[in-house]
């Protein structure tokens, strides 16, 4: 929103309503990593690094960590929205928003569908569960990619060009090694965790970055605005 001299109207305290959506990828993966973390050490039995983060949600504190996935879900999909409006676009750009949009939504049904128990028939949820989770991982690595070219071309945020690169070459890294491991892994929870928390830490530093741009575009249109104020009294 702007106001009548063409400057961005603050929302909240200094931030703009860029820098609002950038609050949301911010707070969606300490949200969820808080709330998984505090549902895994509330349940007896539960093992972060053995237990499947989905196995997870069918024991007595699960609505915990569904809480947080329905959380991350609906914030990625807001800050996709401040992606959208900050970067430069080059060829691709629009098709990664749109599977960044679906990474937000494939969450929010990974919290909303739940798995079904080991050996237990496949149900409706269970397969929604199931292909939701494989599109989030799997396309993850595709995402990032054609987001690159915006990235490295727009110099606002080159800064991230490299950390999105090495984000992007082990995600799909992780992806691929899903090939070699099973459930029963003993330590497949701490892969699926090292896995999720690649990709939303690149939401997190991506949307502090998006927040600071837009803090130091307020302060520089405030700026200039005092400058042309100053010569118009002159």
Known sequence: M???????????????VHGVLALAGIAGPLVLIAL???????????????????SLALTSMGWIQTIGFLVIGLMIEIFTAGLFLNVHRR???????????????GLLMIGAFH???????????GIIHLIATYSV???????LALLLPSIRKDPQWHGTYNYTVVTGILALLLSLSKIFLSDHTSWFGLYERITVANAICW???????????SI??????????AVMQSEIDD
């Open 216 to 225: 130091k575009r307020q302060k520089e249109v405030k700026r200039l605005a």
């Open 115 to 125: 798995t079904d128990p080991v050996g237990a028939p496949a149900t409706v949820n």
């Open 36 to 54: 998984d973390t505090a549902a895994a050490i509330a349940q007896p039995g539960y093992n972060l690094i053995r237990d499947s983060i989905s």
């Open 137 to 143: 991982l799997g396309f993850f690595p595709l995402t």
């Open 203 to 213: 939401v997190e530093v991506t949307a502090i970055w998006l927040l600071i741009l």
């Open 91 to 105: 060829r691709g750009f629009g098709l990664g928003i749109f599977l960044l949009a679906c990474f937000g939504f």
């Open 2 to 16: 702007k106001n009548t001299n063409g400057e961005t109207r603050n929302i909240l305290g200094p931030l703009d």
